[in-house]
Every structure is written in structure tokens, then in C-alpha cells.
């Protein structure tokens, strides 16, 4: 399953967008263009199904947080998907939400279709007899969501990594409590070490010959448990001496922990997988390689998985592969960000040989950025 | 009318849109920026853009080509090349043009005019001839422009953003175009462009 579709209505910095998705999407823009604003509304899909709308709604600062500041004041927040499951399923899933006079998140309207059958429409005739269900989604009730539960379950399984390496060397130094499903890594070495050690093993073998090209000198990767009970990832660095020096996370640098953690992330999982920024701290010719290494992880599953991909890498980008359908370029107005429409020019320039980062990526540039050294001047 | 911009680096975007602007459109898009290389591997493709879409002014420095003359470098860079890309070669870097200029460089670096030389085409290396006026200069901005001593660079730190402002606020194109025929050959065919509208599209 993958979503096709989405449709967001004052949603952060999005006014009023739509657009068709591919299994592999490419987000670009400027700073501040909304890249990870986009990948949010995914993720807040997949915390509605997790821990209700109440809780997700309060994690991102509440509904007027959420808002659009394009918008006007009251107005209703849209979170709308397609999600197809090739050949057998089209999924419609539409929540409509805003806040009561208690500043109380409400549910205005959810809906859920399947091949274009209404399964669920809301608010229904209980809703309207005891208002206070509104609180909640049916999304998040395994009492109302038997009909859909598929799309509940496909929703809990996006993930989504932002990882700081900082975090994964000090997760307390974050929060003194561990963060189940840590964008950020704080629980990157919890999920290695609860993985079945037999799919654990196998897996690190396998990063740790691609992360052997990427950093020569670190060998084996082992994930080890101290005498405290914390799990950790150990390594050996080869050097002059005969005895390879044994290593853990926290002499990792930043660029072999975001690799290490790319990769598992890249295992880990089956639902759609949410990247942000995956070049940073990596050299470009890895960089470069990314699509490629993603595609053949991708290929070796039983069913292949959507990736959603925020990037300022041309080197990323330069992947011949790339469609121009499979990029999505956010560029900000000041009625809300806009995705650009494909131009015909870009697609005839992609298929005479250039790339998404030849065509695209100039245009995703911030306006007037030739003038930024002359600023200061 | 929208003109995109294909070009080798910083230095040649600011000159590119301040020639577009003049000739009375509006710039566009800036493509490139990655070195003569890239421009050569690319124009293909972006000739098949510039066939469907905005048209684009290319400006390639003649001296990195390694071509015997300019006009060789449209039939082996572009044997098929849309009227709506305009490949123009600037004899012999982008430093000739801004040479031409002479007041106005003197002007920018705080020295005589008479010291800059008055045939700018004809310099091998425009480039060096510039850093060595800045380097007879005393203002810190000039200065700037200048590698310091021990540093294998052509250019100093100062070099790109100071020579961009020039051509953005102090430029004298038309002082300039008298002295860089292919200076003057460029603006011609940017006017030109005026009477290309979408029923001569090959």
C-alpha cells in the first residue's frame, strides 16, 4: 500500500493543496518552504492511529499552532489521502478538525471510503445525539475501526527519521526517559537490541559492508548489551596495530551513525518511510548513491515501500532515475506554499538526459539568492 | 519576456541578468553554476528544454573551450541548437566585458583608468589582469580580491562577491560594448529576442 494521493486545507504552511504521489517522492524547496511540514501531515496520520487526535494534535502545539497563517482565524484544518493497494484497494481517507469554544480539538467531519464506497461518515446520528465523541477519530478506536482497520494498521506503519547523532550517543542527555519511535534517533540502539538477534545479525552484516566502502577502516558491527543493561553498537576500527581497536557509538562520527542509522531505518519496517535530509554529514559520492541503495533495499522485500524524501542535495538528485513526476517543489506565496506544476520544458529536458538536479533544483533556489553576499556589504 | 540563464559560475549569472534586464526582459531561472565541463555535457539537454519552454541566454567563457576560434564552438558544442537558446561565447573570459569598462573599474579599485588595458578581448588572461589592478590598489575592498600570499587560488575571498556587486549596481554596459565586440554581438541578439514569439518555434 502507498499513498497516491493528499490533499491538505490550512494545514501549517499549506493553504490549499493537492497532488498525486509516486512510490517514490522527492520534496524540494527553499528554506523554510514547508518540506518537513509536509512530511508531518503524514506523520500525523500515523500518531491519529496511534494515540488519537487529541494527543497529536497537542504534539505539534495545539489546533491554532497547526493552522495555516494564511489562513483566516476559524477556519477548519483538511487532512485528505488516497491510499492504493495496487490492483485490489483505493482507500479514501478525509479528517476535517478544528477546535471548540474550550479550545478543544473537535472532529468536523472524517470519512472514510474504500473503492469509492462510504464505510464511515461523520458526524453520524450518535455524534449528533452526544457531541463529545468528537473528541475523538474512529481511526483511533479499534471499537469503531474494524471496517478500515487496514488503513488504521497502514497509518501506524509510516516511519520517519530525522536522526541526530547526538542523540544516539547520549539519549538521556535528551530525555531521561526512553522516546518509542524516535525520529530522532534517542531509541535508534532500543529497536536494534529488541530485534530478533537472528535478523539483527544478518542485518548489521549487511550494513556493515556497505558502511565498510563509506568508512574503510570500521569492520563488524555488533550490537552488545553493558553490564548497566544498555544496549550498544560496537564496532571495530582497523589501524596499524594487529588487533583491530573495538569501538562503540559514542566514538562514532556524525556521518557513520546517520549512515548506520539510514540503513536500519531503511530495514526496519514496512510501511511508508519518511526521510528528512538523509545527505547531511555524508560525502556527496555516497550521497549520490542514495537512490540507487534505497531502490535495491526496496527490491529485495516482498512488497516494495513508498520513501518520501525531503532534499537540498543536488547530489541526491543527479540519480537519472528521478522523474520529474516523482518530484514535488514546494515553493512558498504568500497565499500559503504551493506545489509547482511540472512544466512541459523540464519533462522533454529529463527525457533528453538531464536531471532533476540539472532543471529542478535551480528553480527550488530562494528568490533573489544572488544577492545574499551582497547583503552584507 | 522570461529568459533562463545557463552559465559556468556566480560571476557569469550576475552578468547575464544585468544583460537581460538591459535588453528590456526579465530574468529568469539561473541554471549551471557548476564549471565549463558541466555546461558542455548538459547543452544538449538543455537545448531540448529551451525548445519547449522559456528561452535561455548561454554565456561561455571562449578561453576555458580550447577551441581554435568562437564561432567554432556552436557547431561542436550545439550542431542542433534551437533559436531559442542563445549560445553566445564571450571572448576571451567574462572579465574581458567587465574590463571594458574602464572608468568604471578604475573607479571600483581605486586606480588610474589609464592603467587598464584598453583592449580587453584581446587579454589571455582577463582574469589575472584584473587581480593584478587590485592588487595595485589600496582599498581593503580591492584588497579582498587579491589571493593572499601562500595561497594556491587564483582569486582572493573577495574576488566573487565584490565583482558581482560591480556588475550588479556600477556596470556601464554601454561603454563597455564598444570595446567587447562579443559583448556588443550579445545584447544585438538579446534584442532580437524581442521578435521571437511562439509561431517561429521550430
Redesign the interface.
Known sequence: MYFSRINLQNWKNFKSVETSLQMRVFVIGPNASGKSNLLDAFRFLRDVAMDGLEKAVDARGGVSTVRCLSASRYSDILVEVDVTDPGIDVWQYRLVFNQDQQRRVTVKSEIVRRNGAELLGRPDAQDQRDPVRLSQTALQQIAANQDFRELADFFKSISYQHLLPQAVRDPRGFSPLPVPNDPYGRDLLLRLWQTPAKTRDARLRKISGALRIAVPQLTELKAVMDDAGTPHLEGGYSHWRPQAARQNESQFSDGTLRLLGLLWTAFDGAGPLLLEEPEISLHPEIVRRLPAVLDRMNRERKAPRQTIISTHSEDLLSDPSIGSEEVLRLEPSPEGTVFAPT????R??L????TVA??LM??A?PQGV??L??EF? | MNIDILVEG?LD??VA?RLIVYTGHQAG?????RGVSYLRQ?A???????????PMLMLVDFADTGLDCPPAVPSAWLPDRSPRLLLRVVVNEIESWLLADPLGIADLLGVSSAIVPDDPERLDDPKQTLVNLARRSRRKSAKAMVPNPGISASVGSGY??EM??FV?NRWNIAAARQRASSLDRCLLRLQELHSLNSTNMP
Open positions: 512544466e512541459e520544458a523540464d522533454q529536458a527525457l533528453a538526459g538531464l540539472d532543471v535551480p528553480k533556489a544572488e544577492q553576499a551582497l556589504g | 556566480l549569472e550576475a541578468r531561472t539561473s541554471f549551471g553554476n548538459k544538449a539537454g538543455f537545448n531540448a528544454r529551451a525548445r519547449h519552454g522559456a566573487v562577491s558581482q556587486a550588479t
